[in-house]
């Protein structure tokens, strides 16, 4: 089946642009989180939707940045008046379910590199 | 602020060697611990998720938990050039469903 998938793979933008990064998680998954990561650096946690529940955007690092997740599906990330620090590698994960044994393992989509000029 | 703290590397090791890789976290209720395994410039991919204290086997791959030390490993045995990538530990927040990433360490089995 299909695994996760990120578009754009590459985004180059101009400071102060908006930008919209797409996922779309494995089918039949419930759970879908957003992480960044900078060069040579770990995961940053920005976002995330279980099912039908409120996301919790603990992570998102402003309020130039949303997230949503239509009909349980497909997530959108913007980013609003782009910073040249938002430069970095935003990836997608999606897992079966959360905090149940076994199934709480992420699979991740291929990213997308934002560079903003 | 909860952590996830790894040795950043590069580990160097020969081949056919042991690899250890080892991870310490902050979040004494963490019930859950992942090891990912990220090639460069690539996504990563879980290697092995562990639950309960001691060790858990998967082919060459060890995982070894010590809640009471608050401490999770990863050994690799036979350590094969194609091992050579950044190491992620991974620990689920023990009061919400985020998952803390530790900033993973490099390692490289030298042929």
């Known amino acids: 089946g299909a695994g996760v998938s990120q578009s754009p793979s590459n985004k180059v933008t101009e400071k102060g642009k908006d930008v919209e990064l797409r996922c779309d998680p494995i089918?039949?998954?419930?759970?879908l989180y957003w992480y960044r990561q900078s060069l040579g650096q770990g995961l940053e946690f920005l976002i995330y939707?279980?099912?039908?529940?409120?996301?919790?955007k603990s992570g998102l690092p402003s309020d130039r940045f949303s997230a949503e997740r239509t009909g349980g599906s497909v997530s959108t990330l913007t980013i609003q008046r782009t910073q040249q620090e938002d430069s970095a590698v935003y990836l997608c994960a999606s897992s079966l379910a959360t905090g149940l044994a076994g199934q709480e393992t992420q699979y991740f989509g291929p990213g997308t590199r934002l560079l903003v000029l | 602020q909860k952590e996830v703290e790894q040795n950043s590397g590069p580990l160097s090791v020969p081949e056919g060697a042991i690899a250890s890789l080892n991870c310490t976290y902050s979040d004494r209720g963490s019930q859950s611990f992942f090891w990912y395994r990220q090639y460069s410039g690539k996504s990563p991919e879980l290697i092995m998720f562990i639950y309960s204290n001691g060790d858990k086997e998967d082919g060459r791959f060890t995982a070894q938990l010590n809640k009471a030390s608050q401490y999770v490993s990863l050994l690799i045995r036979d350590s094969q050039p194609s091992d050579s990538a950044t190491y992620l530990c991974a620990v689920r927040d023990s009061g919400t469903y985020k998952y803390i990433f530790g900033t993973g360490t490099r390692l490289k089995v030298l042929a």
């Open positions: 089918s039949g998954h419930t759970a």
């Open positions: 939707f279980q099912g039908n529940s409120a996301p919790d």
